[in-house]
């Protein structure tokens, strides 16, 4: 799976860290998303899981509005909705059926998966603290003539299981929307399972 990038406005490199290590040829995520390649869940945990596919998680996106980035009740994490934001910065953008290939808006539902498990991970203390997935919600940018919202939202899922295992199989709904903050294509909310007894994070 190659992507092509093209710089952004501010003349950056067209390649940033998250979308690097997920277009990359030889990254394994390649390879499960063929169906070529399984991860053993009995004996790996998420983050082990995550590191067979070359991939680190990103910095905890900080609200830039008023609110929180994450909420826990219970053995439960609600995440704000999550941007593709690579370096700190929405780098994909643009509307389904419009200006965006299906392929670019996958690659940013994979981004958003990336965000949201970092916010997640640092309300739970670690990635591993989280058992698995419950509910996934997102919004994809899309003309008035684009129908294949399901498909965008796959990409998440995909990785979602890949990290997971069953436990990773979740409810999910896919919206298409006119518009999103940022000109992103895609944003993602997202319910994580924690083991049980996990302690709260100290403030």
Not at 68 to 90: C, F, M, S, W
Not at 128 to 139: E, M, N, P, Y
Not at 169 to 192: D, K, T
């Amino acid at each position: 799976m190659t992507l092509g990038y093209g710089p952004d406005t501010a003349g950056r490199p067209s390649t940033p860290p998250l979308q690097q290590a997920l277009q990359h040829s030889s990254n394994p995520y390649s390879q499960i998303s063929r169906g070529t390649r399984h991860v053993d869940h009995t004996q790996r945990t998420p983050s082990q899981a995550l590191a067979d596919l070359g991939l680190v998680l990103p910095e905890p996106a900080k609200p830039s509005f008023n609110y929180v980035p994450t909420l826990r009740k219970g053995d439960l994490i609600y995440t704000a909705g999550q941007l593709p934001k690579d370096d700190g910065e929405v780098r994909i953008t643009g509307r389904c059926g419009g200006d965006l290939s299906l392929e670019l808006a996958q690659q940013a539902a994979r981004i958003c998966t990336l965000q949201g498990l970092a916010c997640a991970a640092e309300e739970a203390g670690s990635l591993d603290a989280l058992s698995g997935v419950l509910k996934v919600t997102g919004f994809v940018a899309s003309t008035s003539g684009f129908h294949e919202q399901p498909k965008v939202l796959d990409a998440a899922s995909e990785l979602l299981r890949t990290v997971f295992g069953e436990s990773g199989r979740h409810v999910r709904s896919a919206v298409g929307v006119a518009a999103l903050p940022r000109n992103a294509p895609v944003e993602i909310e997202f319910i994580f399972i924690l083991h049980p007894r996990t302690p709260k994070r100290s403030v």
